[in-house]
Structure formats: structure tokens, C-alpha cells
């Protein structure tokens, strides 16, 4: 995206920088309970999720993410973690329904300190919650030169290859390398055609989503924004998988992911999975997600040295950015790359905040009695 595409793309926005969302967020979390260290590990992934320019998992989810679901009482702000398991190269934690971003930062930081020693390491946790960005954890990993992996499985909203009910979350497998360059390779997807974050952008907007997103108990897909959200909850409408409906554009791949996803996300530490994690109880009442993730870290060192490999990395990138491009188009993007424009743009203008979520800040600033001068 060119800095003109940005500017044309926000321009019903109020540019805010980020240092004053960071005080934000940061002093919303603690109003609701949330001890400081921790309010500043989660305040640290929502921004970054900012910066990056994925404005479905930023800011955005501050309120109806995680102060709603503390507010009912289905999300703890106090996040205590228990060692289920620990041994040489991996570990299970649980996070007792606490705040994700926590138990996330906690579980890669043991992952990397396991594959430090040995040279690979492996997290796996249960009963936890939404934990923001994947690709902020793989990140965790390339900061230290190594190899990061992670996925997490959610409620049910992306329909299984020839049906239409949601089963399995979005369930993104992000894989974060580092590389010789300014900024490392991070795929940070989910294992939908899109998700329920960026619906709720396009929301925000006022617009219909596009066909190919969505399919409805009828088996054709879907448009209507306000009426999926509200359908994505009740089960009557499904996310697809990557690649589609059927096997035409190849939709039992992403399907296939996004079940690997899930059973890494479960299978190993024991916990929920699928309809279990839909947040509701039989009777209908709101209850804990239980999510469960996982957090894999690779060393270079203990193949033939971090060096060695930013450096091949960094040019395979570099050549298939150099490589022919199609008639009409100005550039060949790497995974990561996209991500590092928007930083470079937003440190310059500021984090673009839509009309519709200047009013939910409004709304938390009020509640929290937070002194700050909005551009709006």
C-alpha cells in the first residue's frame, strides 16, 4: 500500500498516536481489575496489533473482547497460571480462564528458554481465553533469532468441506522466521477465507462483505455484515475455510488446517475443543471460552547457526520479491512486509481510529475517568 492508498483508506478516520492509545488501554485494563504487569503485556499486544495495520484485533477488541466478557464475570482479570507439566522441551500450563495475552507471553517465553537449552520447545496451554495477534508471539521468537510458531483454537465458526455448521474456530497457524533483514517473515493467518474480526471492520464501515466469506444453512454464501455477526453466534451462518465452498478452490485444504489447528490446540493439554468452546452453558448462560493454544520455538543455532540461516532466509525472501511481476502490478509482497508499510505510516500519522470506535473510547474514558485530549 502507498502512502497515498493509506491516507485515501483512512480518510474518515482520526489519526491518534500510539502512545496515547497505550495509556489507554493500559489504564481501561487496570480499571477493571487487571494487575499492572499484566495490563502492560496485554496493552503491548493490542498495540502492536495496531501498528501493524490488523485493526480487527487492536484497539478494537478492547471493549467488546475483553472488558464485556470481564464485566460478565466469564474472564478473569487475574491471571493465574498453573504448571500442569514441565519437563526438558515441553510443558502444559493452565491459564484458569484468565487473560490470554498473559498466558500467551508466559507460555512462548518458556518455549524459548527450552529451545535455548535444547534447542527446540514446546508449550502447550488450556483453559484460557482470546490472546490478540498470533504473529505477536512468533515475533517473540524471531526477536531472539529463532523459529516461531504458534495457533489457537476459538469458537466454533468456520464450516467443515460440504457442510454448513460451524465447527472448528478460525484457528490461525502463524509461523514467525527471522531473516537478515529490517523486519522477519511472519504468516500470521487464520485458516478461514477471512475472519470474524475483519467482518466486524467491514461492520464498522457500513458495508457488505465480500461474496466467498461466508455460506448460509442454504450452502450459498452470504453478504449481509449485520445479519452474519449476529448469525455467526447463533449457528446459522458459517465462515469457509481457505479456498472456499467445496473442493473447487481447493477449501479441503484450509479445512484441513484449520483441524490440525485444533487438535494441537486441545489434543495435547487436554482441553476443549470445538462446541465446548462456544462460551455458552446448555441453558444458555455465558460462561469461560476455555481456549487452548500452542507455542513451538526452533534454535538455529542447533542446526548450523542463526547467521547461516537469516541469511538464506533473507534471500530466498529478497529473490522471490526481485521475481516477474504480473502485467499491471507495482510489487511482489513477502509475509511481514505488508505489516512493516503500515508501521512506517502509522508511526508517522498515528493509529487511524474509525467514528464508530471514537465513541466506545468516549464511552471507556468516561467510565474509567481518563483525562485525555481526542482529535475528535
Known amino acids: 500500500m502507498t502512502e497515498e492508498k493509506f ?37 503491548d499486544v493490542l498495540i502492536e496489533s495496531d501498528k501493524r495495520g490488523i485493526d480487527s484485533h487492536g484497539i478494537g477488541r478492547l471493549k467488546p473482547i475483553y472488558i464485556d466478557r470481564i464485566d460478565l464475570g466469564i474472564l478473569n482479570p487475574v491471571t493465574k497460571i498453573t504448571i500442569v507439566n514441565d519437563n526438558k522441551t515441553a510443558a502444559v500450563l493452565d491459564g484458569n480462564d484468565g487473560m490470554g495475552h498473559v498466558a500467551g507471553y508466559r507460555a512462548m517465553q518458556m518455549a524459548l528458554a527450552k529451545a535455548e537449552e535444547y534447542g527446540m520447545g514446546m508449550v502447550a496451554v488450556r483453559n484460557s481465553s482470546h490472546y490478540g495477534i498470533a504473529g505477536y508471539y512468533a515475533t517473540m521468537a524471531t526477536r531472539c533469532g529463532m523459529i516461531g510458531i504458534t495457533g489457537t483454537n476459538a469458537r466454533p465458526s468456520i464450516a467443515p468441506t460440504f457442510g454448513t455448521e460451524n465447527m ?20 500470521d493467518a487464520a485458516t478461514s477465507v477471512s475472519q470474524r ?16 466469506w461466508v455460506i448460509g444453512e442454504d450452502g450459498k454464501t452470504r453478504t449481509d455484515t449485520e445479519g452474519i455477526l449476529r448469525d455467526l453466534t447463533l449457528g446459522k451462518a458459517a465462515l469457509l475455510p481457505l479456498g472456499g465452498i467445496g473442493t473447487d478452490g481447493a477449501g479441503y485444504k484450509g479445512y484441513g488446517y ?40 526452533i534454535n538455529p543455532d542447533f542446526f548450523l547457526g542463526k547467521e547461516s540461516f537469516r541469511r538464506i532466509a533473507g534471500t530466498i525472501l529478497r529473490e522471490l520479491r526481485a521475481s516477474r511481476k504480473a502485467p499491471g502490478e507495482e510489487k511482489i509482497y513477502t509475509a511481514g512486509e505488508p505489516e512493516h508499510e503500515a508501521r512506517i505510516y502509522r508511526t508517522k500519522y498515528g493509529c487511524p481510529v474509525p467514528p464508530s470506535l471514537q465513541s466506545v473510547i468516549n464511552e471507556l474514558s468516561e467510565r474509567f475517568s481518563i483525562q485525555e485530549s481526542w482529535p475528535w
Open 7 to 43: 491516507l485515501e483508506t483512512y480518510k474518515n478516520s482520526a489519526f491518534v498516536p500510539f502512545d496515547k492509545l497505550e495509556r489507554f488501554m493500559f489504564r481501561t485494563l487496570e480499571g477493571v481489575g487487571v494487575p499492572k504487569e499484566d495490563a502492560a503485556v496485554i496493552t
Open 197 to 212: 474480526g475483519k467482518i466486524e471492520v467491514y461492520g464498522r464501515a457500513g458495508k457488505d462483505i465480500p461474496p466467498g
Open 258 to 297: 484449520a483441524t490440525v489447528v485444533e487438535i494441537l490446540s486441545a489434543a495435547l493439554q487436554e482441553g476443549s475443543f470445538m462446541h465446548d468452546l462456544t462460551g455458552k452453558d446448555e441453558d444458555g448462560s455465558n460462561r469461560p471460552y476455555h481456549l487452548g493454544h500452542f507455542f513451538i520455538a
Open 168 to 187: 472448528l474456530g478460525t484457528n490461525p497457524l502463524t509461523i514467525g522466521i527471522p531473516t537478515d533483514e529490517e523486519f522477519p517473515f511472519v504468516l
